[in-house]
DNA sequence: CGGTATCCTCGAAGATACTG
DNA sequence: CAGTATCTTCGAGGATACCG
């Protein structure tokens, strides 16, 4: 028992959303924004509404699947609604960002912003084949 | 040559960095601070510079391979320094930001904001065992 | 048009043991 | 103290084909 003293009685505390346990409120955002392409699609939708294809043809490197499953995280997660306007094919659905999305707003744009810095000294811009 | 103009002809512009395309700004700051870990080390790095074990500490989660793969690719990217203060073990290793690094605060202040806003919402704070 | 279904690859991350 | 070495698992994301 003497050698509780040696311990590391610092209590850490995380936070706890659904059995999901997170070290920092940084993980909690990255949780919502984080993996390869929630960032461009929540950037592009940050405008305004936008249709499956339209935003296919803002990202001509990712897969219809990858893309549909990213949209309905969103959309699991309250950041991005999705609304079909017709019955019959061809199909017309919108995405658009909840009032939850927008808050995510101005970060988007920092993200944006910074990217942008680095890429003024580090990248060159091409035009996709 | 006449279905030329049915073709999409909006020219797709996109960054390239070394071999690496980023169809927007978005994800040259997200390959930079993107992942499980990178915000959490360098958010506990913002208020100066750490030693190995006391980040560890602050991460109860994370393995120590991750958190050494984690911190050589930061390093790698120039956005923290690795400094080794002794020669013979027990080894004095310090982590701090670059100033390169540093120009990332305001952001990583964002995202802890927001995700901290989630959670006061969503989370519960728990004691970690 | 706006997706699913199926199968597959690959890298991030973890578990555990060991070391200068 | 601050890692590395090995092995393994797991899930994000990709390729391709098909569907209402």
Known sequence: MD?????DTRAKEVYKIQDKFYP???SIT???IG???KTVILFYLKDGCKRYNELRKEMPMVTERTLSLQLKQLEDDGVIR???????PPLKVEYSLTDFGKSLIPLLEMIAQWGRD????KAEVVTMP
Chains 1, 2 share one sequence.
């Open 24 to 26: 920092c409120s940084t």
């Open 82 to 88: 999705r609304e079909v306007h017709t019955l019959k």
């Open 3 to 7: 050698s509780i003293k040696f311990m």
């Open 30 to 32: 990255m949780d919502f």
């Open 35 to 37: 993996g390869k392409w």
């Open 118 to 121: 680095v890429a003024k000294d």
